[in-house]
């Protein structure tokens, strides 16, 4: 119904805008949340989900404004992922600049 896919759409909107989930997954949590029950699971995941998009517009990625040594959450999160340290990381970036 209308009523269903506006309140998923509202509840996938939320969770997005407090970082809970990606926006790039937006289209598979609105699938999660066609019904009551998928609405009512993705509510229970998101209230105990920890913020894993910063909203933060200082910790966004670097858009070429030549800083190599601030890392961003994405950049944190490569370096937790591949076993790296910060300082790796920012020495092959100053590297590649």
């Known amino acids: 119904s209308e009523i269903a896919t506006k309140e998923a759409e509202t509840l996938v ?3 997005i805008a407090a970082g809970k989930v990606a926006p790039a997954n937006r ?4 699938a999660t949340c066609r ?3 998928g609405r009512t699971q993705f509510a229970d995941f998101v209230k105990g989900a920890p913020v ?3 909203q933060d517009p200082a910790k966004k990625k670097d ?3 030549g800083d190599t040594t601030t890392l961003s959450d ?3 999160a490569v370096c937790h ?4 340290s910060k300082e790796e990381f920012i020495s092959v970036r ?4």
Request: aromatic content about 4%; cysteine-free.
């Open 35 to 37: 019904s009551e029950e």
């Open 81 to 84: 992922a591949m076993g790296i």
């Open 63 to 65: 858009h070429g404004n």
């Open 52 to 54: 894993i998009v910063s």
């Open 13 to 15: 909107d939320a969770a």
């Open 94 to 97: 100053k590297q590649e600049s």
């Open 74 to 76: 994405e950049d944190l």
């Open 27 to 30: 289209d598979m949590y609105l």
